[in-house]
């Protein structure tokens, strides 16, 4: 009877154990719940006009206003139709050329109605190779175009020749959006000259002396109009330029019935989800941070290591926002002059390559934030070399490889010597760094250290970051620190790796040298792997950049919507933030 | 008092024209080349070889306005030729003006820069693995330096037969270009001055009388016309300083006033002690200090934006905007103010000290003068000296921006625009805003002028006969 009683006051007490151990956490309020995206941007655009534009920064805005014939999808690297129907057809011709065929989707319009059409295409190509307009960016990638060919019948069909280049179907597709004729030439100034002159960069030079039509087309296309203003900045693309207060934000407004609104449904290239995006500049690094913690901003990239890996552990920011730091685009090395006495032997360039610890530099000064590499290519590539490993820190190698190479250290003051022509020559070797960066000269204190107890001398030698390139120009040095954009689709070695190029290192052989032109032309992409990884082998070989790793990239999201970081600058797609409901 | 004016106006043009010169030649120093700067802002465009390298350099340095000489003239050692400016890339030029300060003897220079030039063009045909070392040359002028790229390109023949075969003469002219060079220097050349006239078609020409038509040119960053981006950051920072001033002076002023009557009482040694404390405190640091506590929800006291200006459209109503920026400016304001209340009460302070002790206020106190009319109606007229000096000092201050208020708040100032144009080597933007300093700086000393006779009625500017 007794048990019977206390049954249910044993069940009671239990109950309440259980509800009180189950204490709900209150919903976390968010400040904004808008469909409105505030981007945090370090700096402000040049321009909006995208063939004039030369930052990164002005590229993320104008990509929301403009569309391209095929667009990248960021996450997944594949090439997506945009204004295209499809992805070009591709044919090689008799002339040893390859011709790309386009057509623009029926639904594709302007903002006043007009379909986009091959004149439209036409008219950007001219308005990229008109000499007296400043597109010096985009103008090279035109420079293997030889022809383009309208369909008499489809004003929306058209064909581009152009030499054999890996790149050439990613630069007439991609690396420029359509521009509206009608709007940006309303005088129709260069309608009256054919592209084929323009293709011809004597006939264009000499064209721009005697014809005054392009100066003045240059004049009007390069003015603030098309560069800043709203109702001047116009393109194909979902978002239309709102207002743009110089230095402090660019608001953009999503377009009311949008052409390209229903093929998001199927297409990311299509996906515009925010009704407005804003960009607020915020150059200061402690400040940026203060909004972050005031949630004044929804999106931010490229946050300072340090700073990210404390706001982790502040509970009002992790609660708000969702971290991601994807392998930025870019790698992080040091410049070997090869054409240095001392350095133009391979061995004793191994040997620094082994003393130097990239690891202890990822952990101590970028927090943890890279991953070592093996070479220029981006792990992230399919032609990255897996077999070659990141050259690994080993003094004991180092010295074993100075010894090879005749240097001891005779005086056993700690640092290697040898003798050349007659005297006694220590390894001492200047290290150029950026005289106004931390984190620069951090690295080179690591650096420095670890070079000694190998014997290597390493004199740091701080200087103007200008000063430094034009060091590095002349091959004016001995080692220097430096990064590099890399490519997540193809890869051309011509610019850093020709003899020919802007070859800072002294690297390259006319084995390279032919290897390299080779790749320029191999379409099989397996063919073209191969070749890849043979260049990476010989780079890899004669170790004229010591490669420290691939930075990853700190990028905060805030949780109200669901978005997805990548290595794509500045890191996410801020068309692509969805509202969670 | 006119003719004082005008005078001085005279004296204001020639020492505008040498500041501007003095801006122009600094320029012409500095490490850096616009023309490559603009050219690899962003990604680094690809080129289809140096032939087009080299033609997209010519047509940026056009647009630029670089193409032309830089000057009227030069007045330099009769070896340096007179046609080097057609040389369009800036670093090759160097390199040959320094060849041309060690050696002097420019025909011989000339001779190898074109056989560089030919060897190059031989080699645009078909790959050559002389090509680096060979380009290499254009920027090399240390003799260690060239003969290392010559003795390179040597061995590289010795080992080739094909490439010995295709390129052996080249590589043999260029050596005995370079060793005629070297042996039959002409260094009196070097001690001869020449006058050459460039004619009125060249960059600072261009630039001045640019400026006088209120043209300041096109910025290298952006295109955007030089004007347009000082009105921009102007339009702000004068807003920011004249608060700022205004604040300064109105209480300054009156506290100088009030210590310097109350001197030695707890009053004046607690001001004291709690002015100059901050104006110790680096305005940097208040700034961040400020930020974090009164914009961020860390200490509860997240009273005011973070950064900008403003969050409302440019088409919301005048009065929510207002209120808007008001609640923006008032940090930054803060710390544009803090720092100068020490030093402005100082001198007013010390200027009423001097004039309480005399007898003119002595005699007024006897007649009976209520203090206060004593202190403001005599007194304080009589100890403006030093604030004037100081009123003169704020024209050229109100224009130039603090960068570091402008960072931290993301204020899109003049300080900002002045140090970013220096960064990006942007002449156009640094010039005009220099030449608006020399104007305000010079604005500012008339006023002053004319504000000491105001003050002090036996101040006279002209000379005592």
Same mark, same amino acid.
């Given at each position: 009877m007794k048990t019977t009683a206390a049954l249910p006051f044993f069940l009671f007490l239990v109950l309440i154990t259980a509800f009180s151990g189950c204490k709900r956490e209150p919903a976390v309020e968010y400040k904004r719940t808008d469909n409105t995206?505030?981007?945090?941007?370090?700096?402000?655009?040049?321009?909006?006009?995208?063939?004039?534009?030369?930052?990164?920064?002005?590229?993320?805005v104008h990509e929301q206003i403009f569309s391209y014939l095929v667009a990248q999808d960021p996450v997944t690297g594949a090439f997506l139709p945009q204004l295209a129907k499809s992805l070009p057809e591709r044919k090689e011709t008799a002339e040893g050329q390859v011709a790309y065929t386009f057509e623009i989707r029926e639904e594709a319009k302007w903002d006043d109605g007009a379909p986009v059409t091959a004149a439209d295409f036409i008219f950007t190509l001219k308005a990229i190779l008109n000499p007296k307009v400043a597109a010096q960016r985009i103008r090279p990638y035109m420079a293997f175009i030889k022809k383009v060919e309208t369909d008499a019948a489809n004003p929306r069909r058209f064909t581009v020749y152009s030499e054999k280049y890996i790149l050439a179907e990613e630069a007439i597709s991609a690396a420029f959006p359509v521009m509206q004729e009608s709007h940006y030439d309303q005088a129709g100034l260069l309608k009256g000259i054919p592209l084929d002159q323009f293709l011809q960069p004597e006939v264009i030079a000499g064209l721009a002396e005697t014809n005054e039509n392009l100066g003045k087309f240059a004049e009007a296309f390069s003015s603030e109009k098309y560069s800043r203003e709203k109702g001047g900045v116009t393109g194909s693309g979902p978002y239309r330029l709102e207002s743009w207060e110089t230095g402090q934000r660019i608001a953009l407004v999503k377009k009311e019935n949008w052409w390209g609104e229903k093929l998001g449904k199927s297409n990311p290239a299509f996906a515009a989800y925010p009704d407005q995006i804003t960009f607020k500049i915020?150059?200061?690094?402690?400040?940026?941070?203060?909004?972050?913690k005031a949630e004044e901003i929804d999106a931010v990239s490229n946050i300072d290591p340090k700073d990210y890996i404390d706001l982790e552990n502040v509970a009002s920011v992790s609660d708000r926002y969702a971290f991601a730091s994807p392998l930025a685009l870019s790698n992080l090395f040091i410049y070997v002059n090869a054409t240095h006495p001392i350095l133009s032997d391979k061995l004793v360039r191994k040997a620094l390559s082994h003393a130097v610890n990239a690891q202890e530099i990822i952990d101590n000064v970028f927090y943890g934030l890279g991953q070592p590499v093996n070479g220029p290519a981006h792990p992230s590539t399919n032609y990255y070399h897996k077999g070659l490993k990141p050259v690994e820190f080993n003094v004991e190698k180092a010295k074993s490889l100075l010894t090879q190479a005749g240097w001891t250290d005779s005086d056993n003051n700690g640092y290697v010597d040898k003798d050349i022509n007659g005297v006694r020559t220590e390894l001492k070797i200047n290290y150029l760094m950026n005289a106004s960066r931390e984190t620069s000269k951090n690295v080179a204190l690591l650096l420095q250290d670890n070079a000694k107890k190998a014997g290597i001398h390493i004199e740091l030698v701080a200087k103007d970051p200008l000063q430094i390139i034009d060091d590095i120009k002349k091959k004016n040095y001995d080692i220097a620190g430096g990064g590099r954009s890399a490519s997540n689709t193809l890869w051309d070695p011509m610019q850093s790796w020709h003899t020919a190029g802007d070859n800072r290192t002294g690297f390259g052989t006319p084995e390279t040298d032919a290897l390299i032109e080779e790749i320029q032309v191999t379409m099989d992409e397996k063919a073209r792997n191969e070749k890849y990884k043979k260049l990476q082998e010989a780079i890899y070989e004669e170790q004229v950049e010591v490669y420290l790793f691939v930075p990853q990239d700190r990028v905060l999201i805030h949780k109200r919507f669901e978005a997805e970081a990548h290595s794509v600058f500045p890191g996410f797609s801020v068309h692509r933030f969805r509202l969670k409901k | 008092m006119i003719r004082y004016l005008l005078q001085r106006l005279l004296w204001f043009l020639p020492s505008l024209l040498l500041i501007s010169l003095l801006a122009f030649a600094l320029s012409k120093s500095a490490p850096g080349d616009p023309v490559?700067?603009?050219?690899?802002?962003?990604? %680094?465009?690809?080129?289809s070889g140096p032939a087009q390298a080299d033609r997209l350099y010519a047509e940026t340095a056009r647009l630029m306005g670089l193409d032309k000489p830089a000057f009227y003239f030069s007045i330099a050692p009769a070896a340096y030729p007179d046609t080097l400016h057609l040389i369009?890339?800036?670093?090759?030029?160097?390199?040959?003006?320094?060849?041309?300060?060690?050696?002097?003897n420019w025909p011989l220079i000339e001779a190898y820069y074109h056989s560089i030039q030919q060897a190059e063009r031989s080699m645009a045909a078909g790959p050559s693995p002389l090509a680096g070392p060979l380009r290499d040359l254009y920027l090399q002028h240390q003799d260690g330096a060239i003969r290392a790229r010559l003795d390179t390109m040597q061995a590289m023949l010795q080992r080739d037969s094909l490439a010995s075969e295709k390129w052996r003469e080249a590589v043999a002219a260029l050596r005995n270009n370079y060793e005629d060079i070297v042996a039959r220097p002409d260094r009196g050349a070097l001690y001869w001055p020449d006058f050459d006239w460039k004619g009125f078609d060249n960059q600072y020409h261009n630039w001045l009388t640019g400026m006088f038509r209120g043209d300041f040119g096109t910025s290298y960053q952006d295109g955007r016309p030089v004007r347009n981006k000082i009105r921009d950051g102007l339009r702000w920072t004068l807003w920011l300083n004249i608060i700022a001033v205004l604040l300064s002076f109105g209480l300054s002023i009156p506290i100088g006033v009030w210590s310097a009557q109350r001197v030695g009482s707890r009053f004046d040694r607690s001001t004291s002690v709690l002015l100059f404390m901050l104006y110790s405190l680096p305005v940097f640091w208040i700034a961040t200090l400020l930020q974090v506590f009164f914009t961020t929800p860390e200490y509860g006291m997240d009273w005011f934006p973070t950064a900008g200006l403003s969050e409302l459209p440019p088409t919301a109503p005048f009065w929510e905007r207002l209120l808007d920026q008001t609640a923006h400016i008032f940090l930054p304001?803060?710390?544009?103010?803090?720092?100068?209340?020490?030093?402005?009460?100082?001198?007013?302070?010390?200027?009423?000290?001097?004039?309480?002790?005399?007898?003119?206020?002595?005699? %007024?106190?006897?007649?009976g003068l209520p203090e206060r009319r004593v202190i403001w109606r005599h007194a304080f007229r009589n100890a403006l000296f030093p604030i004037i000096t100081l009123i003169g000092s704020v024209f050229p201050s109100i224009l130039a921006g603090s960068v570091v208020i402008e960072v931290i708040f993301g204020i899109p100032g003049m300080g900002k625009l002045t140090v970013d144009?220096?960064?990006?080597?942007?002449?156009?933007?640094?010039?005009a805003v220099l030449m608006m300093a020399s104007v305000l700086t010079v604005a500012g000393l008339l006023v002053s002028d004319m504000l000491y006779a105001w003050a002090d009625p036996r101040v006279r500017f002209q000379k005592k006969s």
């Open positions: 995206v505030i981007v945090g941007m370090p700096a402000d655009a040049d321009r909006l006009n995208p063939l004039l534009a030369t930052t990164a920064y002005a590229r993320t915020l150059p200061d690094a402690v400040t940026t941070l203060n909004s972050i | 490559e700067l603009r050219n690899s802002a962003g990604s %680094a465009p690809i080129a369009a890339r800036q670093d090759r030029r160097q390199t040959l003006k320094r060849l041309v300060g060690q050696y002097g304001v803060v710390c544009l103010t803090y720092g100068s209340l020490a030093f402005i009460s100082r001198q007013m302070r010390g200027g009423m000290l001097q004039v309480l002790d005399q007898d003119y206020i002595r005699t %007024a106190r006897a007649k144009a220096i960064f990006a080597r942007d002449w156009p933007v640094v010039f």
